[in-house]
């Protein structure tokens, strides 16, 4: 008797579990066509139009029971991302202006395991009334917009912070990726928190802005606990100060994960990683078509001796100690020799790259 229980009960299970993913693949289906109307939209109206339709189904569809963990796998220019601890997931998306800047929609799902509940908390763009580089706590519904692709949880006391890297279009000459904080104060969300240190100065999030022609790397590398990016410098010594002209140059700094606290280290050692593959889609203006495209921004390492790259010759040492050292003759860069190097990587020294002031939108 015990034993048919179990099986009714399983059996009910699985059938429950087969329609709830039936009814979020349908719902599922009805957002890519909503989605596909929002990508054709021809003006700024007529994208507000469209995205209030396709958020407020979301949200609809977000309520859903076991929406927490269905992939969404076709909403292919939405970024759907969880922490390792399961305890989290962003949902957002881009909608290019007019004008080129970006605006962002986006929701943040926390599982309260306790409660056996799904807290849902929309977020609500305000980078236009905020300071260009807002250096205080935000809100939710202060919220400065952005993409993003990766978090990382840090444990501070009793509680968990999860550190976000993401990516902001800032305008038609220059891109952003940024550093920040979501943690939660009670069922309150908050962005920012004191824990990136540089020198003297703590900072509550991160900001470096380049070229909108090049592509900078900003990524996590858990095997050494720290948050690896491309170090960025002027295209030419007269340009120092303006970011629109900053590309990497080659060589690495990182954030090095010390107890609570991101520190910063200059001249770090970059190293390919297994997550090579990853991308991130996001929607840009073709500047010879005017049309808006999907554009894929690539996250993934490059060989800094690569002849094919452009920029500062810098030479590469492996994390696991073997160095390439130039020879004391300068005039013959094509002598080199292989020397043991037993340096932690995370220990050789940092420089912030450069910020600059954001296009505000109207």
């Known amino acids: 008797m015990v034993k048919n229980f179990i099986f009714i009960a399983a059996l009910f299970l699985a059938f429950h579990s087969f329609a709830q993913d039936t009814i979020l693949s349908q719902r599922e289906a009805n957002l890519v066509e909503l989605l596909n109307d929002l990508r ?11 995205n209030a339709l396709f958020y407020q189904y979301f949200l609809e569809t977000l309520n859903e029971k076991s929406a927490y963990t269905y992939s969404f796998s076709q909403l292919k220019s939405v970024g759907v991302i969880d922490s390792p601890d399961g305890l989290l997931r962003i949902i957002n998306w881009n909608i290019e202006q007019d004008d080129e800047t970006q605006k962002y929609y986006g929701f943040v799902l926390k599982k309260d395991e306790r409660k056996d509940e799904i807290l849902i908390t929309e977020l609500i763009d305000n980078s236009a009334e905020l300071p260009l580089r807002p250096e ?22 009793s509680k968990t912070v999860y550190t976000l890297l993401g990516w902001d279009g800032n305008s038609s000459t220059s891109n952003v990726k940024l550093i920040d904080v979501l943690y939660f104060t009670g069922s309150q969300l908050k962005f920012g928190s004191p824990i990136f240190k540089l020198k003297d100065q703590l900072l509550k999030r991160v900001f470096y802005e380049h070229s909108e022609r090049a592509v900078m790397t ?5 095997d ?5 990016f491309d170090h960025l410098s002027p295209e030419a010594p007269n340009l120092k100060g303006f970011y629109a002209y900053y590309i990497p140059d080659l060589s690495y700094d990182a954030f090095v994960l010390d ?20 991308k991130m889609q996001v929607f840009v203006r073709n500047e010879r078509t005017g049309k808006i495209e999907k554009k894929t921004i690539k996250k993934k390492w490059e060989n ?12 590469a040492v492996t994390p696991e100690g073997q160095a390439i050292e130039e020879t004391k003759d300068q005039n013959d860069l094509d002598s080199k020799t292989l020397k043991k190097d037993k340096r932690d990587p995370n220990k050789l020294s940092t420089t912030l790259g450069g910020k600059k002031k954001r296009k505000r939108r109207n």
């Open 259 to 278: 107890g609570t606290k991101w520190v910063l280290k200059e001249d770090v050692i970059g190293v390919n990683s297994k997550e090579d593959d990853e």
């Open 136 to 157: 205080e706590i935000l809100t939710a519904d202060n919220w400065y917009g952005a993409l993003y692709y990766k978090i990382i949880p840090v444990e501070k006391g």
């Open 224 to 228: 050494y606990n720290r948050i690896i």
């Open 40 to 50: 054709a939209a021809k003006d700024d109206f007529e994208k507000d139009e469209k």
């Open 218 to 222: 900003l990524r996590y590398e858990p």
């Open 304 to 315: 800094p001796e690569d002849e094919n790259l452009s920029g500062t010759p810098h030479v």
